[in-house]
């Protein structure tokens, strides 16, 4: 299932509309899913397959692939993957099977993925590429043009994984 999670991940990737900085994805769904659906061990060895695989050169990001996007401005929200699944999975792994269980985890999980990808865009524009920004200007770069988006995400992901959880609670 894990590798299943890597591949869907990739496919999210590509399934994109296009922003100046940050695109908007379904990757972030794959991740929540991830996180909602597979154990937290699972849930972080799919994303750190997908990452590798990205490391490596086999172009699954959104932008492309190779050891050089270490070095991107959307790199952090890649690194964010890993903690995210990690956690959305380890909030749901014993709670009871409902919405209201599976979507605070969510948005757990996409907050961690926006921690990480801020501090990192910061970090880029800042050092990497002598673009002084302000931690504000930073949140409307690479934040807060998302939050309606991966809210919507995460509800969709909640609603979907709360859907398989209970077909395979309760097969027909």
Do not use: C
């Amino acid at each position: 299932m894990a590798s299943f999670f890597t591949g869907l991940t990739a496919v999210g990737a590509f399934v994109r509309i296009p922003l100046p900085f940050v695109p908007i994805t379904l990757q972030v769904l794959m991740v929540i899913l991830s996180g909602l659906l597979l154990s937290p061990r699972a849930a972080l060895l799919s994303q750190a397959a997908y990452i590798l695989l990205g490391l490596s050169g086999v172009p699954v990001f959104s932008g492309g692939g190779g050891i050089s996007y270490i070095l991107s401005p959307t790199f952090g929200y890649l690194l964010g993957q890993l903690p995210a699944a990690w956690i959305i999975a380890a909030l749901v792994k014993r709670s009871d099977i409902s919405f209201r269980r599976l979507f605070p985890a969510a948005v757990g999980g996409v907050s961690i993925i926006y921690f990480l990808g801020a501090a990192v865009l910061f970090l880029n524009f800042n050092y990497l590429a002598e673009k002084p920004s302000t931690v504000g200007q930073i949140l409307h770069i690479g934040v807060y043009p998302f939050i309606l988006p991966d809210l919507l995400k995460a509800v969709a992901a909640s609603l979907i994984a709360l859907k398989i959880r209970m077909a395979v609670r309760h097969p027909l």
